[in-house]
Nanobody
Framework: QVQLVESGGGVVQAGGSLRLSCVASGSTTSINGMGWYRQAPGKQRELVATTIRGGSTNYADSVKGRFTISRDIAKNTWYLQMSSLKPEDTAVYYC?????????????WGQGTQVTVSS
């Protein structure tokens, strides 16, 4: 089992920056990848960024060049650095861990953190 706790959300003006954190505990050595997802009101949850074991990353087109996913191995913490924020980035952001030896898929979810971007 893996437990995830997000933090770092808040209210920011358009053009501003925020850094989200996702702290993992439990069977952290089983984690084979981490993703950040978001869900805006009335919309489906969507993938924002992923990073898998080995370090490769992937981003949604809507955030490429503005968001960066990273990891601090020693702290079992993943980050989502968000810059040049837009009102359309407003959503609840979730981190989700994959586990095991197969391909990454989101198996364990955090509780989410609200990001609100004002215009």
């Amino acid at each position: 089992q893996v437990q995830l706790v997000e933090s770092g959300g808040g209210v920011v003006q358009a053009g501003g920056s925020l850094r989200l954190s996702c702290v993992a505990s439990g069977s952290t050595t089983s984690i084979n990848g981490m993703g950040w997802y978001r869900q805006a009101p009335g919309k489906q949850r969507e993938l924002v960024a992923t990073t898998i074991r080995g370090g490769s990353t992937n981003y949604a087109d809507s955030v490429k060049g503005r968001f960066t996913i990273s990891r601090d191995i020693a702290k079992n913490t993943w980050y989502l650095q968000m810059s040049s924020l837009k009102p359309e980035d407003t959503a609840v952001y979730y981190c989700a861990a994959g586990a095991g030896n197969g391909s990454y898929y989101p198996r364990y979810w955090g509780q989410g953190t609200q990001v609100t971007v004002s215009s």
